[in-house]
């Protein structure tokens, strides 16, 4: 019977529970929130980030924000970006917060020069869950409006996989049928994003109004 070595086995038994032990105290894979720039609607963001896990809460430049059992880091020095870099795979989830339309901008057209884009789209190359928290509804603007651009940034990172979620809820708007349908209706509707407009039995619709529904995709419903 060949000898046993005692010593090796308690060796390797000791290394299994320390290697069990180490693993449970590691942390759960978390989300990292970034703030980019000013926060708005800090009250519904830090609502939100208390649906997810082990938040962190990276803060550059005008960033100021607080959250119960959240983590915060300061981005603010190259090395400050270098440790992150470095930490970013380690996270399961990346939330953008309220970041400025030029960020939208930049993650839209996948430029990872800037740094919090790609915080963002690096992540999203990895398969990981990648959401923008906006404080506002995606604009209905069309045509060459400022806002038409930001429609179409925003409309580009969903199709990249971001996921897109807005703090502000849409307003509920009454609908009545009408007599008389004008183009300022039309419009109002396409502000509104409800897109339609009821009309009343033997309503008169105008001319201008059928070409700016037309036009804008709004439904008069007869």
């Keep these: 019977m060949a000898d046993i070595d005692i010593e090796k086995i308690v ?4 290394e299994a529970v ?4 180490n693993g449970e105290k590691e942390p759960q894979p978390g989300t990292l929130a970034v703030f980019p720039d000013y926060v708005f609607d800090a009250e519904g963001v830090g609502k939100y980030l208390k649906t997810r896990t082990n938040v962190t809460c990276a803060l550059s430049r005008n960033a100021e924000f607080s959250c119960e059992g959240c983590a915060v880091k300061r981005i603010e020095t190259a090395e400050d970006k270098k440790k992150l870099a470095s930490e970013l795979m380690g996270y399961s989830e990346i939330v953008v917060v309220t970041p400025p ?5 930049s993650l839209s057209q996948g430029d990872d020069g800037v740094f919090e884009a790609m915080l963002a789209l ?3 190359l990895w398969e990981k869950d990648v959401t923008v928290l906006l404080d506002f509804q995606t ?3 069309k045509r060459s409006t400022a806002f038409a ?9 969903e199709a990249m996989g971001i996921q897109i979620v807005s703090l502000k809820q849409k307003k509920a708007v009454k609908e009545t049928e009408k007599d008389l349908v004008t183009e300022i209706d039309i419009k109002e509707a396409h502000k509104n994003e409800t897109m339609r407009v009821k009309a009343s039995k033997g309503a008169i619709v105008t001319q201008l109004a059928e070409d700016a529904a037309r036009e804008l995709g709004v439904i008069i419903e007869r």
């Design 139 to 141: 604009p209905s603007y």
């Design 149 to 157: 651009q930001v429609s179409e940034d925003i409309s580009a990172l």
């Design 18 to 21: 320390v290697k069990r032990l």
């Design 11 to 14: 060796k390797q038994v000791a």
């Design 101 to 105: 339309l030029s960020l939208l901008r």
């Design 122 to 124: 690096r992540p999203l």
